[in-house]
């Protein structure tokens, strides 16, 4: 067995450069050893700037790498499919960034290719992984708030360039897709449920058409779910989770700081301030763990942090919600 999973990186995304590859350099079952890009000079610029062994300049040559043993996949929305088939067809498993497919029949087809490959695929939903959803989940299933009756969540951002591909409606922006599955996943992810039905109120963008405000809920068979994502206003987010003698909220639920502790507020009892007390998590960088997780399960044969059959779910709920939207109805997600 392989002391470390070696991994490529299909292109230079931000994500990858700023947050996943340094993470995963940290890693104790993960090593970055190529990244490719369509640019052979960006590949090698960020080759050297990252300490990365191998920069190729088209995806096809990493994949053709036999000593590469996994990839991640963080192209834009419309890429995730195609290059994840072509990764997996090529014998390297795939963490493939979210949203991993831009529909359910995307998703179906990685699911075929995973079986027929017999390669490990899994969607980079990297929040599942942190302490601090771990421990919420633990905190609430153990009945610390009461019985959980209901959910809130916030997640927003301000960005209006029509250039930036969240923005481009035919490559998978919007942001349901971008942050709206958020809320969604650790909703699903805390209770332990799919939701019966959906309903939404979702405003566009006059000029790119993406969706850039949206107001749901989400009908789960124990509680009510609700949720507000948008693109063009002040950056926020935050969780909040209602029981019959306590509420919970996680302070950073997505973005959690790699560098610092996470703090999640517990109160109990009807009166906030006189009941408060803080969970402190130490610090961790999530995209570290998952890369990890990733990596053992591949050297076990395990589980995958995220399997396909969770982000079929979690897709099936995305496009309920923008159906709704177009209907104005409750729609009921179909896998």
């Known amino acids: 067995m392989k002391e470390k999973i070696r991994w490529g990186v299909l292109g230079a995304a931000k994500i990858a450069v700023e947050k996943v590859i340094p993470a995963m350099q940290q890693g104790e079952e993960s090593e970055i050893v190529a990244i490719a890009s369509r ?26 790498d036999p000593e590469i043993d996994a990839v991640y996949n963080p ?38 290719t995973r079986d027929r490959t017999g390669v490990k695929i899994g969607e980079a939903f990297m929040i599942r992984t942190h302490p601090q959803w771990q421990g919420s989940r633990k905190f609430i299933q153990e009945g610390r708030i009461g019985e ?3 959910l809130q969540g916030f997640f927003s951002y301000y960005l209006v360039d029509p250039a930036n591909i969240r923005n481009v409606l035919e490559d998978g922006g919007g942001g349901m897709m971008d942050i709206g599955c958020y809320p969604i996943n650790t ?43 948008g693109t063009q206003m002040v950056g926020s987010q935050r969780m909040f989770f209602f029981g019959t003698s306590g509420r919970l909220e996680i302070e950073i639920p997505f973005n959690a700081s790699p560098d610092r502790p996470c ?25 570290t763990i998952q890369g990890d997780l990733f990596s053992r399960a591949i050297k076990e044969d395990g589980e995958v942090p995220v399997p396909l059959e969770d982000s079929l779910r979690n897709m099936a709920v995305i496009e309920a919600v923008l159906r709704s939207g177009r209907s104005g109805n409750w729609e009921v997600p179909e896998y």
């Not at 990252?50 to 300049?57: D, F, R, S, T, V």
């Not at 498993?93 to 998703?107: F, I």
Request: aromatic share 8%.
């Open 263 to 287: 703090r999640v507020f517990i109160s109990e009892g009807d009166f906030i301030e006189d009941n408060q007390r803080t969970l402190t998590f130490p610090v961790a960088n999530q995209y």
């Open 75 to 112: 192209l834009p929305n419309h890429l995730h499919v195609p290059w994840t088939i072509r990764a997996a067809e090529a014998g390297k498993h795939v963490l493939c960034e979210k949203p991993v497919a831009l529909d359910v029949q995307g998703v179906k087809q990685l699911i075929e």
């Open 39 to 64: 640019n052979s000079d960006r590949a090698r610029e960020t080759a050297h700037r990252l300490g990365i062994e191998k920069a190729y300049g088209s995806y096809e040559e990493l994949l053709n």
């Open 187 to 229: 909703s699903r992810f805390i209770t332990g449920e799919e939701p019966r039905r959906v309903i939404a109120h979702v405003e566009l963008d006059p000029v790119m058409k993406i969706d850039r405000l949206a107001s749901v809920i989400l009908d789960f068979p124990s509680i009510q779910a609700s949720f507000l994502c």
């Open 148 to 150: 959980l009756r209901a």
